[in-house]
């Protein structure tokens, strides 16, 4: 299927790797050139070299981090108009107890999962709905349908994200933009595989034995390749996804159980 958004304008964000490399590897496969931001230069270099190299399409990196301000500044600097924009916070979670928590904290996480992603969506969509096309995509967790212990920091500012969205994509939508979340679960990236090494860490096991215990909550019994993430971001930024907004579509082998 041709996903028409060849020619397009993308952001894509902690493009360097894992998940938002993914994205940028899909949407660049369709023909959209492309703006990445990451924190670190050399990965991002090097992943932009390699999508040139491998799609033909024009792709500029940003070395900055997308949840400070000067990160986002320096980002829309470089492409003022996008058609493409998906956040992404690049961020790893860190479990901690929410007694613990002080106000610096929560609204460290606040604008980590939340304003950094708001503020790029205000700046870019006015733009979009003017030409007549635009397509947000935020990469989220699977964990904000069914939040886990030790995570209320994080999770409290991605449900609210899902949430202001909802409220915003009604004036949207008739000017052809559309902004969805991906809910995504166990994938194979390195954030995963760090994770699982702080939790044995933590629970005084094995790295094996956690990872095992994951598999045995996931039907489809595997952790999932990064580019089944990043497909499904490009069909959601297609022409084809037009009719397709305010959704928080879980990605992760069958585990929430859910209907809603």
């Given at each position: 299927m041709d996903l028409g958004i060849k020619g397009r304008t993308a952001i894509v964000c902690a493009a360097s790797r894992g998940l938002g490399r993914a994205c940028a590897e899909s949407l660049a496969r369709e023909g959209a050139n492309l703006t990445l931001i990451a924190r670190n230069p050399g990965p991002l270099e090097e992943a932009a070299r390699e999508i040139r190299a491998a799609h033909g399409v024009q792709v500029a990196a940003i070395a900055g981090d997308v949840t400070e301000a000067a990160g986002r500044d320096a980002l829309l600097a470089a492409c003022p108009a996008p058609d493409i924009l998906v956040t992404n916070p690049g961020v790893r979670q860190v479990p901690g107890d929410f007694r613990s928590f002080d106000r610096a904290e929560w609204l460290k996480w606040w604008d980590v999962h939340f304003h950094s992603s708001i503020d790029l969506i205000t700046r870019t969509t006015p733009g979009m709905a003017a030409r007549k096309f635009g397509?947000?995509?935020?990469?989220?967790?699977s964990f904000i349908k069914f939040p886990q212990v030790g995570f209320a920091h994080s999770h409290a500012a991605r449900v609210a994200l899902s949430g202001a969205v909802a409220a915003m994509v009604r004036e949207l939508v008739g000017q052809n933009v559309t902004i969805n979340t991906v809910c995504p679960g166990l994938f194979d990236t390195d954030a995963l595989h760090?994770?699982?090494?702080?939790?044995?860490?933590?629970?005084?096991?094995?790295?094996e034995a956690i990872l095992a215990d994951r598999l045995r909550t996931c039907p489809a019994g595997r952790l999932a390749d990064p580019k089944e993430c990043g497909d499904l971001v490009a069909f959601l930024c297609s022409a084809q996804a037009g009719f397709m907004t305010g959704q928080n579509i879980v990605n992760d082998g069958g585990v929430y159980q859910g209907l809603f």
């Open positions: 397509r947000v995509v935020n990469v989220s967790v760090t994770n699982l090494h702080g939790h044995a860490r933590r629970g005084n096991t094995t790295y």
